[in-house]
């Protein structure tokens, strides 16, 4: 078994999802929202920073993965994104994990079907995949699909079969 953790990164709100994969039977372990403190950015980043590493030392993920920066209309707005997701891949690295990066569409396209698939559709899907659990949001529900991801397109089944190898 691999405990993935999934990053949707976002200055405000950065969701995380915590699920645990064993060949293709994936389980939820835990999944929430960090919002960022602070009035300036770089307060606002240390604010994720630490929450994000207060998650990464309690559910002590194996593997990881965020979802990739788009460009959008707002340059600013997108290079704040990018600092966020930075902190996202940073936190990981530190733990000492290789961080998977998955397109928005792509995790979209996995967890739904489709590549345009709205936050609607995201949730649905991903409480389709682990029913019964308690969402914190939209931001951990992202989180989630981009844990589920990671599990299908062998992120964690790539690992899994690593440490199988390391302790035969």
């Known amino acids: 078994m691999i405990r993935v953790i999934?990053?949707?990164?976002g200055l405000r709100n950065m969701g995380w999802?915590?699920?645990?994969?064993?060949?293709?039977?994936?389980?939820?372990?835990?999944?929430?929202?960090?919002?960022?403190?602070?009035?300036d950015l770089g307060s606002r980043l240390l604010s994720l920073h630490g929450?994000?590493?207060?998650?990464?030392?309690?559910?002590?993920?194996?593997?990881?993965?965020?979802e990739q920066t788009f460009v959008n209309k707002?340059?600013?707005?997108?290079?704040?994104l990018g600092q966020a997701r930075g902190i996202a891949m940073l936190v990981?690295?530190?733990?000492?994990?290789s961080v998977g990066e998955y397109a928005?569409?792509?995790?979209?396209?996995?967890?739904?079907?489709?590549?345009?698939?709205?936050k609607g559709q995201v949730l649905h899907m991903v409480r389709m995949q682990l029913p019964g659990i308690e969402i914190a949001g939209p931001d951990a529900a992202d989180a989630l699909a981009i844990?589920?991801?990671?599990?299908?397109?062998g992120g964690a089944s790539t690992l899994a079969q690593a440490?199988?190898?390391a302790s035969a």
């Open 92 to 97: 990981p690295a530190q733990a000492g994990l």
């Open 74 to 80: 707002d340059g600013a707005g997108t290079l704040k």
């Open 147 to 153: 844990a589920i991801c990671h599990a299908h397109h």
């Open 17 to 39: 999802g915590v699920i645990d994969v064993a060949g293709s039977r994936i389980s939820h372990v835990a999944n929430g929202v960090c919002v960022s403190e602070g009035a």
């Open 51 to 66: 929450q994000l590493t207060r998650i990464m030392a309690s559910y002590r993920p194996q593997s990881a993965a965020v």
């Open 6 to 9: 999934g990053i949707d990164p």
């Open 104 to 118: 928005p569409n792509t995790v979209k396209k996995t967890v739904v079907g489709v590549g345009h698939a709205d």
């Open 163 to 165: 440490v199988a190898r």
